[in-house]
């Protein structure tokens, strides 16, 4: 039976990498899958999913308005069966594009499975999330680390001496190194002016 899935986390917990490994499990298996993108984040390109770890794949970009149970439609008249929709960055659907998306799963019967934020830098929800989150058949949260040791579920973003912003526009494409994923109690230290955080923090090698 096909189901809206999210797939939420923290900031660089691994999100597109996991959307490319399913985008290649269905393809391994022979079987076609559509990648929808926001328009809003063509940092490596219009239509390109990319992950930090260097994995990419051509997808379709779309744009708020963008009627997406219409699209999966016509893509299905043109091109055939699809095993799945996979939806790269999900925090920035619209809640009727949600909405559109649970169309697909519940009129269509294809299986549409969400990547995104859960929450902004302000630990608010974000719209798609929210909806997400209201309307999905199943959740999973992508776990990521906080510097702490503890289980990383909120992002702050930092000023170029790692201390926490608190204004500024909901979305702010780009300039990931401004994002630090960190605990809740973190957040809250951070975002009262207790102490700071590098955001750029050297990876060890492995």
Known sequence: ??????????????????????????????????????????????????????????????????????????????????????????????????????????????????????TDFRGELFEGSQYLLAWADEMQEIKTICHSGKKATMTVRVDEHGHAVQDGPQVEIGGNERYVSVSRAEFKKITRGEGRIDPAQAPLPL
């Not at 900031?11 to 809003?40: C, D, F």
């Not at 708020?64 to 043109?78: G, K």
Request: charged share 20%; proline share 3%.
């Open 1 to 118: 039976m096909a189901k809206l899935y999210f797939y939420y986390s923290a900031m660089n917990a691994g999100k597109t990498t996991t959307l490319l490994q399913s985008a290649h499990n269905y393809r391994e298996r022979g079987m076609r899958v559509a990648i929808l993108t926001p328009r809003l984040d063509d940092r490596a390109g219009a239509g390109v999913v990319a992950s930090r770890i260097g994995l990419r794949a051509d997808g379709m970009a779309f744009e708020r308005d963008t009627d997406l149970q219409q699209w999966v439609s016509q893509d299905l008249q043109a091109n055939g069966p699809l095993g799945c929709v996979l939806v790269d960055e999900a925090q920035f659907l619209s809640r009727s594009q949600v909405w559109q998306l649970s169309e697909v799963v519940d009129q269509l019967r294809i299986p549409v499975l969400c990547y995104g934020l859960r």
